[in-house]
């Protein structure tokens, strides 16, 4: 075996991405490094890929530290041919392991693996033709093994070199033939039994020749009538076949049409349904304007109605202070009404007298005030005019506002719904995340009495195939015992038929025809009686234990049944113990989408709960709304307006109505000036009367009140808000909320309306497409029918075939086994002349067999071939250690091996004593230096190396020392390392480890591994 290339992927110290170990081109080289690197690890990984044996025991501790897997590919060359191993070890699910053996063929790799990893092991092993064993005692020299023969006492070696040699065998080899010898003993004891009972059923052949001509005849006789019958059967069949055939085509036929006809409905109906969608599409666009107006109108007036929403509650609270206002004034009012009319009663006879002077008083101070309020009414006019148009302008400029604002508004409400649906989605899968995890942390519960089942339905597997060896033990015992009692059933009708002989009156032997006498003729019917007895009693034994064992046997099965059904659930359980494993592996994804959905719906909540959205939406609206608080808000406008309206008709009326008052002031003032002149005194109490009336008619009271009551009512007016305004909003907004769906009707309309057009024109075109296909299957249903009405005659005529064949098999089946009886009998007794034949030659061969292990029991035995192997190996490898030996000492040391001693008593022993002969004489093996020792240590483990692949049948092309070279001083290195250059025509690769760097400069190619943190490394110099 001669090594190619080894890569390797995180074996022991070596990671991944390690480059390939390519040995071509090398023939002795020196694999070097410092303790620990790695070097002996490159050799474990060799013989791991062969043999899959290393130093340490498990192969997961062959796995690099952190890493799940290993991998070797090992290539090398073996008689002129490629050959490539790849074995690899994975952790996962309680470790898995693979091989693959490959052989170069034409330049490409051929497959050798075998179905399993045994087979493939055996197939390397085999061509290799050495095992781990023997390569490790022979081209592999471990650290610290090189003096292991030597280093034991000299009665020790022998049996070291035993070791060794692997000589052990033998000695199983010897305790196997031992074995064999006392079994085949037990086997001819059996053999014997077999021919008496063989002999006796050879004897019944005859009459079972006879049986069987008889019952050969009458199944002739009937198997020619059965022929005839199957003949009338196929045919009538083979008609009925043809027949049946058409109906699943008939069937499909009837089934494509109503298939057909069902769905040229549905065409049909969808032809309609869209006609109609159509119809109503375009009703709905002809509308079009008359929608899009409504949804202005709509768009406006919840505008305002929102703008109302926001003054309510200001509105209320000035309604409030107003109404305290009002209170107070009232308050006031009912004082002064009490002063007056104290006044009133003091002055009543006056007013009597005077009583139109009041009257006139009043008219008096209600024309002055209404003139002197007119005084600047014209040009009032033209100010009001003026402010009504500048309105009218910016009310137009604020309802362009307000249609830009509601379009904003509805972008940011529509990112808000998306935010928020978007959300809620995240929140949906984040709950399905926990409901998952959780049912999967469950499955852990779930697995572990899986598990236990599992390891439970193995026991009973155990137990199951036990109980079907005893089964199987049981059904032999049985059929044996069974048959002892028909042997024993034989024996007895024999001695009864030479019974019956015996009881004519003659005393002549009814056997032989010699003259017995009385008495002889009493002696043997008294034997004959005296063996049917001891036959009864055997019978009754054998009997009795045979249905003792029958009812063991019934036993054994229902227990059989019952663990067989238990064992049928093992299927089950390792199906769901791989679902769980699997869901267990699907957390890690979980935890992680879990993680992700949180996150998500986090950062969504924020920008929800922030309104961190659409912000350069929301700018925008903010500029709307600032250059719509600078115009003033629609209502305000609007009822500005109004007030302007109504102020300038009122004076515009007023100034129509200014030549009459100051008519009617000159008539009143004419009559008071006659009753000034009438009655003085009266005109003097009538004046305070007056102006009480005239503080309470001008409400010229409570004045503080009054004017803050104007601030209030001036407040309410400037808010433009009241109750009506708002319920007139709100009214307006539902009365107009129709045009929002009408605005989705249209926009849906106007889509559906190309829809319909396009899918009108495909239904139509299928529509007709069905009407052919109809008519077609209609005309291939009607001939199909036709055929179909011979199929009842062809039934009629198959059932009495059928009849007919079932009596003629019926009558063969008697027939027939009638004839396999009586062939079963004659075979029986061929068998046994056949059997008792071979019981025979059994005999013989056991009897020679036994006599040849009981031979092979001395020869395996120590002093047999072992000795014999020892005696032989010595000199091959006396000769072979001399040679090398020589060439490490300059011919200075030479070696011998002794066997035998002489003892004390003056006889011999064994032993295998090592002398050195030297310079300075003839020594034990125990009184040379370190130095010295090494030599001779190295020289015999070289020669034990070639002996053992001699001996396995391989080539030893390959030689690896892995050995300390520290005990050899400076010459001692040199001529150890002349001594492997000198050996190297024996081998095609020397592989030597060290980390002496004087012994690594002596090498001409140098391996050197290093140790890094990324595992170990090696480079070729």
């Known amino acids: 075996m001669i090594p190619r290339k080894l890569l ?17 081109g090398i023939g002795i080289a020196c694999l070097s490094g410092e303790n620990g690197a790695g070097k002996s690890a490159l050799l474990d990984a060799l013989t791991w890929a062969l043999w899959g044996e290393a130093r340490l025991r498990s192969d997961d501790e062959l796995i690099a530290l952190g890493a799940q897997e290993m991998e070797v590919d090992f290539t090398f060359a073996l008689d002129g041919q490629d050959y490539r191993v790849i074995r690899k070890r994975s952790k996962v699910k309680r470790g898995q392991s693979w091989l693959d053996f490959q052989v170069r063929h034409n330049g490409s790799w051929k497959v050798l693996t ?71 003993d037990g086997q001819l004891r059996v053999v014997e039994g077999q021919m008496t009972e063989l002999e006796r059923h050879a004897n019944q052949r005859e009459m079972y020749e006879q049986m069987v001509v008889v019952a050969e005849e009458k199944v002739h006789r009937v198997n020619e009538s059965f022929n005839e019958a199957e003949q009338l059967f196929n045919e009538a069949n083979e008609r009925v076949t043809s027949l049946e055939f058409l109906k699943p085509q008939r069937d499909d036929y009837q089934k494509r049409r109503q298939s057909l006809q069902e769905s040229r409905i549905t065409v049909a109906q969808k032809i309609a349904e869209n006609q109609r969608a159509l119809e109503a599409a375009q009703k709905v666009v002809a509308r079009r304007d ?81 003139l002197s309020s007119t005084s600047n009414l014209q040009s009032e006019l033209a100010i009001a005019r003026s402010k009504h148009s500048e309105l009218v302008e910016r009310s137009h400029t604020v309802g362009k506002l307000q249609v830009e604002r509601s379009d904003l508004q509805k972008k940011i409400d529509l990112k808000h719904d998306s935010l928020v649906a978007s959300r809620e989605e995240t929140k949906r899968r984040l709950r399905e995340t926990d409901e998952r995890l959780k049912k999967i942390e469950g499955s852990r519960t779930t697995l572990e009495q899986a598990v236990r089942e599992r390891t439970q339905l193995e026991e009973e597997r155990k137990k199951l195939e036990m109980l079907r060896q005893e089964e199987q033990f049981a059904r032999e015992q049985i059929g044996a015992l069974r048959a002892q009692c028909e042997t024993i059933k034989l024996q007895g009708d024999d001695i009864n038929k030479k019974l019956a002989l015996l009881t004519d009156d003659t005393t002549i032997c009814p056997l032989c025809g010699n003259e017995l006498g009385d008495d002889g003729i009493a002696h043997i019917e008294a034997k004959y009686t005296e063996e049917r007895q001891l036959l009864r009693q055997n019978y009754s034994g054998a009997k009795s234990q045979a249905d003792e064992s029958e009812e063991r046997l019934q036993t054994m099965q229902e227990e059989i049944q019952q663990i067989e059904r238990k064992y049928a659930a093992l299927t089950n359980v390792i199906g769901r113990i791989a679902r769980l494993e699997g869901e267990l592996e699907e957390v890690e994804d979980l935890r992680r989408r879990h993680e992700e959905y949180r996150r998500t719906h986090d950062e969504l909540n924020l920008q929800v709960v922030k309104g961190d959205y659409e912000l350069p939406v929301r700018a925008e609206l903010s500029r709307v709304d600032a250059q719509i608080r600078a115009l003033g808000e629609p209502q305000g406008l609007q009822r500005e307006m109004q007030r302007l309206s109504t102020r300038i008709k009122t004076l515009e009326g007023r100034t129509n109505e200014l030549a009459d008052l100051q008519a009617q002031l000159k008539f009143d003032q004419q009559e008071i000036e006659r009753v000034e002149q009438d009655a003085p005194e009266l005109y003097e109490q009538q004046g305070f009367i007056t102006q009480f009336r005239q503080t ?49 009707s249209l926009q849906g309309a106007e889509y559906r309306m190309t829809e319909v057009q396009k899918r009108l024109g495909e239904d139509e075109t299928l529509l007709q497409q069905y009407d052919n296909d109809i008519t077609r299957l209609n005309d291939q249903l009607d001939e199909l029918e036709e055929k179909l009405r011979m199929l009842a005659p062809a039934f009629r005529q198959r059932d009495e075939a059928t009849q007919a064949l079932r009596e003629q098999r019926e009558s063969l089946k008697v027939a027939q086994r009638d004839l396999i009886e009586k062939e079963t009998g004659l075979k029986q007794a061929l068998e046994s002349a056949e059997k008792l034949k071979h019981c025979e030659k059994e005999h013989k061969r056991l009897t020679k067999r036994k006599g ?53 008593k003056g006889d011999t022993s064994e032993t295998l004593q090592i002398k050195i002969a030297d310079a300075l004489g003839t020594r034990d093996y125990d009184a040379y230096s370190g130095g010295e020792s090494f030599r001779v240590d190295f020289a015999i483990r070289i020669a034990l190396a070639k002996l053992l692949a001699r001996r396995a049948g391989a080539r030893l092309e390959t030689l690896v020392i892995d050995e300390g070279f520290g005990s050899q001083d400076a010459r001692g290195r040199e001529r150890l390392v002349e001594a492997i250059t000198s050996v190297q025509r024996d081998f095609r690769h020397i592989l030597v480890v060290t980390h002496i760097q004087e012994l690594k400069d002596m090498f001409p190619v140098q391996i050197e591994v290093t140790k890094t943190d990324q595992g170990s490394l090696w480079t070729i110099a």
Not at 124 to 142: D, P, V
Not at 354 to 361: F, K, T
Request: glycine share 6%; charged share 30%.
């Open 8 to 24: 390797l992927r995180n074996f022991m110290c070596y990671r991944e991405d390690v480059p390939p170990l390519e040995f071509d």
């Open 114 to 184: 075998g179905a399993t990893l045994r087979e493939t092991q055996k197939t390397i092993t085999s061509t290799l033709h050495m095992g781990y064993e023997t390569f490790t005692n022979s081209a592999f020299l471990r650290q610290g093994r090189a003096d292991e023969f030597t280093r034991k006492e000299p009665g020790r070696r022998k049996q070291v070199l035993a070791d060794i040699l692997g000589l052990d065998v033998y000695d199983t080899l010897e305790g196997g033939a031992k074995e064999k010898a006392k079994d085949i």
């Open 290 to 370: 008359e929608i899009l107006a409504g949804v202005a109108q709509l768009r406006a007036a919840e505008t305002e109605r929102d703008r109302l929403g926001h003054l309510q509650a200001a509105y209320n609270t000035l309604v409030e202070r107003r109404q305290g206002y009002i209170d107070s004034i009232k308050d006031e009012r009912r004082r002064l009404e009490g002063e007056l009319s104290k006044v009133e009663n003091a002055v009543k006879h006056l007013q009597e007298r005077a009583n139109q002077r009041p009257r006139l008083e009043a008219n008096i101070a209600r024309l002055s005030e209404q």
């Open 696 to 744: 309470l008619d001008m409400d010229d009271y409570a004045h503080d009140h009054r004017v803050a009551l104007l601030r209030v009512e001036a407040e309410l007016q400037e808010l433009g808000y009241t109750p009506e305004l708002h319920q007139s909003a709100n009214a307006q907004c539902m009365d107009l909320s129709i045009w929002y769906r009408e605005e989705t």
């Open 852 to 904: 040849l292990f009981d031979e092979l029991t001395k020869a395996f035995g120590k002093k047999g071939i072992q000795a014999m192997l020892i005696e032989t190996a010595i000199p091959e490898i006396e000769r072979e250690a001399n040679q090398l030996l020589s060439q490490m000492t300059d011919n200075q040391m030479h070696l011998t091996f002794e066997t035998q001693r002489g003892t004390k």
